[in-house]
Structure formats: C-alpha cells, structure tokens
C-alpha cells in the first residue's frame, strides 16, 4: 500500500554521535521535506528537497544533513553539532516540486529520537 | 517575519461540548491555510482553505478563512472522546513555497 514510512520509531543515541533517520515514500512525489516538532512549538522545517541530487536548507538546518539519491528516499543525519536534538522527527512528501495552493503535504508517522 | 499564531495552546472539554480553535496568520503573499489533525503520530489532513467565507464540513467538523482579518477557525461540535488531538494550523506563502506551521493547540475531549 502507498504512503510514507519512517523508521526507525524509537531512536535512542548518547551525546556525540551522529544518527540518521530514513524516510521512504512509494506515492512518486517529487518533493519531500523534514520537520521537527517540539512541545508548544509546532512544526519547524529542518531540510527539503524539489528533486532528486538537490535539497535547500530550512529554518533550522544547523547541525542536520541530508541527501536526495533517490526520489523515493530522503534520509535526514542528526549530528553530533546539534545542540539539542531530542524530538519528533517527521517526514512529509508532496505531489509536485512546488506546493500550490490546491495541494497538501502528506506525513510520515515520524521518528522519536531521544538523546542519552 | 512570517508568522502563524494558533490559540488557545490547549483545551479541555467534555464529551458533547462544541470547541472552535483559532488560527491568525501574518504571512506575505497567502496562498491557502491548511488544517490538520495529529493523534500521536503523522498528521492528518483536515481542509484546505483558499477563499474567504466560504465554510468547508466534514461531518462534525467545519472551518472558515477571514482573508480580511487574516484568521481561520475550526470548529467541532458535539465533540468526542476521538477527537481528542493536537491540531494544526499552516499557511502556504507563495514567496516561499513552504508552510509555515503554528504551535498547535491541543484538544483533550473528556468522557
């Protein structure tokens, strides 16, 4: 069945190591972003990507990489350089390369990543 | 700055009571907002809005867009334990070509 997965859905990690978080999608969108969410935060834009080979940072890019091999994949690395990365990692895809306004974004169940 | 404000940041109600949630937005060039409902996990799509007044329902649920005064409400009515949730609000700025989320308000529905 289509859709978006994300694994894993528990992460733990202990300070300074690096950690990275796959999300898969299978509905043959072009474009695909990650979010993280924080309690009374809301969802802040870390990374995204319009095509494959090319991503542009978000709001909150530092201390965060990713790549775009494939259309399907866009795993996201939490560095040791992020300062506070304890939170909800979530994925989203959307149709097109840019959203319009008659489209919407379609989430993964996201990754909770605790650091120890 | 771009900016999405959702209010209240939380609400408890009980089973059978009817909720609005409130959603302001400061954003150059509005393309559409966008509500969505998160239980736990990945949010869900609730509606789009892209034009002022005109009130998109489903079932329970309804919500409005004011471009004029730059808000949006969404309602519930005769709530339920199920709807209990984080709800989200988010605004499509065409100068960007992102969404720009508010901080959730998050709805527990009593029994």
């Known amino acids: 069945d289509g859709g978006i997965t994300q694994s894993p859905k528990y992460l733990f990690r202990k300070e300074g190591q690096n950690v990275t978080l796959s999300c898969e999608q299978n509905?043959?969108?072009?474009?695909m972003y990650w979010y993280r969410q924080d309690p009374g935060q809301g969802l802040r834009l870390i990374y995204y990507?319009?095509?494959?080979?090319?991503?542009q940072k978000g709001d909150i890019a530092e201390g965060y990489s990713v790549s775009r091999e494939k259309k399907e994949s866009f795993p996201l690395t939490v560095t040791s350089a992020q300062k506070n990365p304890t939170a909800f990692y979530l994925c989203?895809?959307?149709?097109?390369?840019?959203?319009?306004?008659?489209?919407?974004?379609?989430f993964g169940p996201g990754t909770r990543l605790t650091v120890l | 700055e771009d900016k999405v404000v959702q209010s209240p940041l939380s609400l408890v109600v009980h089973e059978g009571d009817t909720v609005t949630l409130n959603c302001s937005y400061e954003?150059?060039?509005?393309?559409?907002l966008l509500w969505y409902k998160q239980e736990k996990k990945a949010p869900t799509f609730l509606f789009m809005l892209?034009?002022?007044?005109i009130e998109k329902k489903s079932g329970r649920l309804s919500s409005i867009l004011d471009k004029k005064e730059l808000f949006s409400i969404l309602n519930i009515t005769a709530t339920q334990t199920g709807d209990s949730a984080v709800y989200l609000c988010?605004?499509?700025?065409?100068?960007?070509?992102?969404?720009?989320f508010g901080q959730g308000t998050t709805l527990q529905v009593k029994p």
């Open positions: 989203a895809s959307s149709v097109l390369r840019e959203l319009l306004s008659t489209d919407t974004q379609y």
């Open positions: 509905l043959n969108h072009d474009a």
């Open positions: 990507s319009q095509i494959v080979n090319d991503f």
């Open positions: 954003v150059t060039n509005f393309r559409s």
């Open positions: 892209t034009s002022s007044g």
């Open positions: 988010a605004v499509l700025s065409s100068n960007t070509g992102k969404l720009i």
